[in-house]
C-alpha cells in the first residue's frame, strides 16, 4: 500500500503562514479509491496506521504538530474498520462532528453545555474519507436540529462539505455549521494564538453553538 503521513496537519503554530497544513483534506478528499483519517491522540495514530498496513490501496494520515495527548508505548494495535466513527459522548440536543484533536475541544465544550442544560453528542471522525454513512444517516433519523462539523483544514473542499452534501442530498432540515480554517492565508502565531482569533479554541466554538441554539429557538418560538 501507499501511506502518506502528514505532519504539520492544521496549524503549525510558529513555522509560519506557508508551513500551516490547512489545504489537505479539501485536496485529498477528490481522489478516487482514497482513503484518508486523522487521529485524536497517539494511541489511534498507530490503530491508523496498522489499519493503512493492511488496506490496499491508498491511505492518508494527517496529524498536527501538537501533542499526541495520549500514547502508551505498550498499547497493542487495533484494525479499525475502514470510515468508522467512534460516538465519545452520546447527547440528544445537537451533535458535533469532530475530527483530529479537536475531538477534546468538542469534548470540553460539551461538558460545558451540559452544565447549562445542553445535551451534544461528539462524534471522533477518525475517518474523513469515507465517512461513516450508516452513522449520518442517524442523525437524521435521531432528530438532532443541530450538526456541527469541527477540522482543522480549510473549510471549503474540507470535511464539512462532504457531511453537508451528503446531509442535504438525504432529506436533513436541521442547521448545519462548518467550523474550520478560513478561505484565506493564516498569519504567524502560537496555536493557541492563532486557533483564539480563528474563533476555534474552546470559547470561540462554544461561543458559535450558543449563537446557534439561540437562532434554533428563534424559529421554534
Known amino acids: 500500500p501507499v501511506i502518506f503521513c502528514m505532519d504539520r496537519a492544521g496549524i503549525a503554530g510558529e513555522d509560519g503562514p506557508t508551513h500551516h497544513g490547512s489545504l489537505d483534506i479539501a485536496y485529498f478528499r477528490c481522489i478516487q479509491g482514497m482513503v484518508l483519517a486523522a487521529p485524536k491522540n497517539g494511541n489511534e495514530f498507530r490503530d491508523l496506521l496498522y489499519t493503512a498496513l493492511n488496506h490496499n490501496g491508498p491511505f492518508g494520515i494527517r496529524y498536527p504538530k501538537y501533542s499526541s495527548v495520549e500514547f502508551d ?27 483530529g484533536p479537536m475531538v477534546y475541544s468538542a469534548q470540553t465544550v460539551a461538558t460545558e453545555l451540559e452544565l447549562e442544560g445542553v445535551s451534544c453528542e461528539v462524534v471522533n471522525c477518525r475517518f474523513i474519507k469515507p465517512m461513516d454513512i450508516a452513522y449520518l444517516e442517524s442523525i437524521i433519523s435521531r432528530g438532532f436540529n443541530i450538526v456541527v462539523t469541527i477540522e482543522e483544514g480549510v473549510i471549503n473542499g474540507g470535511f464539512g462539505d462532504g457531511v453537508s452534501s451528503f446531509l442535504l442530498e438525504n432529506g436533513y432540515k436541521g442547521k448545519i455549521k462548518r467550523l474550520g480554517l478560513p478561505d484565506s492565508y493564516v498569519e504567524h502565531g502560537s ?17 458559535k453553538l450558543n449563537d446557534l441554539l439561540k437562532s434554533v429557538e428563534n424559529l421554534l418560538d
Do not use: C, H, Y
Open 191 to 207: 496555536r493557541a494564538q492563532i486557533f483564539n482569533k480563528l474563533s476555534l479554541d474552546e470559547k470561540g466554538i462554544k461561543n
Open 73 to 99: 508505548e505498550k498499547g497493542q494495535t487495533k484494525l479499525l474498520p475502514i470510515g468508522s466513527w467512534d460516538v465519545e459522548l452520546k447527547g440528544k440536543d445537537l451533535v458535533m462532528l469532530a475530527v
